[in-house]
């Protein structure tokens, strides 16, 4: 079947892009295809606005679409303006959903899958997100997330491919790798093509952090890879599958749709929020570094405007710098509400390249009593009980890290495989 879509997707494009643009095919193993469509210009492209190559695949098709508020692509039209009996065209530039600018495509759309926070990426970390249906399209609405993480066979009923589009930031325990992760095996399991629509990682190639052990697997670490990646979410999708990480060593069969005129070092903010607690490009630079403090009794700044840039707790020694968490979007109940928080301000401060230790190891030497400034989820978002432990023991930043070297350089080798940029 496979062969079938692509086949009829080169087909299609060759007929639509016109003879100046190159069409390739890349076969990476049997169970991985990449499509690209050249474009026309150095403009840069995400998967989504790389329709030329997918459209064509999911036409005639019943569509299930894992996305949510991320799922955005740009839509240029042509206008047309007459001035002094001369016409003259204009290029307009409108930013469009994947599902809608699907339905407008005549795509035959069935079902909207979920993931954390919602379709519309209000929800809370963590909060219980029920089924539902999407007002403005009418289309039934799947959640992917609490006790229904993994699509079941029934809610695949009658999808003959899906499409994935998720905006990632290259984190290990951001989820969208671990819905990833279950929709890739639910495809493999149900005989589901699955089209990963890639987008780039706004952290760049940072590869950085302990590797996850597998005894502390969860569904904020289900991989055995360092916290920063450094990869795009095809990228990891071929990874996911080229390792054989599914059950029983299954393998999905994955079609990437790539990035056009795109390279990792290239900037790239984010057009909209990839999740409510992560508003804007400094804090999700910083995101990775900071969410260490998840799993102590530190707030980053959910219930302020600050969300991932700031750090504080009222355990903390008092500093110049404090604020008071409230409820707000994406924090109906926010850790220390309504208490005053000593910390430290980021929000300015340079971007950071690497995974950044020494916010995390002041506020525990500076909290009032060590027992109990670390709780349980610390281990699961390190992958690891032995940073906790390093802390703990008073060693120094360079000596973490150092320790980390090892892992890192057998991730780097088994990294060059999946990479596409």
């Known amino acids: 079947m496979k062969y079938y879509f692509l086949c009829l997707g080169l087909l299609c494009l060759l007929v639509c892009c016109g003879g100046n643009k190159k069409i390739e095919e890349k076969e990476k193993n049997k169970d991985i295809f990449i499509i690209n469509a050249e474009a026309q210009s150095n403009e840069f492209k995400t998967g989504a606005e790389n329709h030329a190559a997918y459209l064509p695949l999911l036409v005639g098709k019943k569509v299930g679409v894992v996305t949510n508020q991320t799922g955005i692509l740009t839509v240029e039209t042509e206008n047309v303006v007459v001035r002094d009996g001369v016409k003259e065209y204009q290029r307009i530039f409108n930013n469009q959903h994947l599902v809608d600018f699907l339905l407008e495509q005549k795509i035959q759309v069935q079902k909207i899958y979920a993931p954390e926070h919602g379709f519309r990426g209000t929800a809370d970390a963590g909060e219980l997100i029920k089924d539902g249906k999407d007002t403005k399209t009418g289309l039934p609405i799947i959640s992917l997330y609490g006790d229904n993480k993994k699509p079941k066979p029934e809610q695949l009923k009658g999808i003959d491919v899906m499409v994935f ?106 057009p909209v929020k990839p999740s409510p607690n992560l508003p804007n490009g400094q804090s999700i630079n910083l995101y990775a570094s900071l969410c260490f403090f998840e799993g102590t009794n530190v707030s980053v700044g959910r219930g302020t405007a600050k969300q991932f840039q700031i750090y504080g707790s009222p355990f903390l020694s008092k500093t110049d710098f404090s604020f008071t968490p409230k409820p707000n979007l994406g924090a109906k109940d926010p850790m220390h509400n309504g208490k005053l928080c000593y910390g430290e301000d980021l929000s300015t401060i340079q971007k950071v390249n690497r995974l950044e230790l020494k916010w995390l190891m002041k506020a525990y030497e500076s909290t009032s009593d060590k027992e109990v400034f670390f709780n349980s989820f610390f281990v699961k978002l390190a992958g690891t009980k032995k940073l906790q432990e390093q802390i703990e023991k008073g060693n120094s930043e360079n000596e973490i890290r150092k320790s980390w070297e090892k892992g890192l350089i057998v991730f780097k080798e088994m990294r060059k495989k999946y990479l596409i940029y």
Request: with cysteine; net charge negative.
């Open 165 to 270: 589009d998720l905006q990632d930031v290259g984190a290990r325990f951001y989820t969208y790798i671990s819905s990833l992760h279950y929709v890739m095996e639910a495809c493999a399991e149900n005989n589901i093509p699955l089209l990963v629509l890639d987008r780039p990682n706004p952290n760049g190639g940072i590869v950085d952090g302990p590797i996850l052990e597998k005894e502390f697997t969860s569904f904020v670490g289900m991989h055995p890879i360092p916290v920063l990646h450094g990869m795009t979410i095809g990228e990891y999708a071929k990874m996911i599958n080229g390792e054989k990480w599914l059950k029983d060593g299954i393998q999905c069969d994955l079609t990437i749709l790539p990035n056009l005129n795109y390279n990792r070092e290239m900037p790239y903010s984010l």
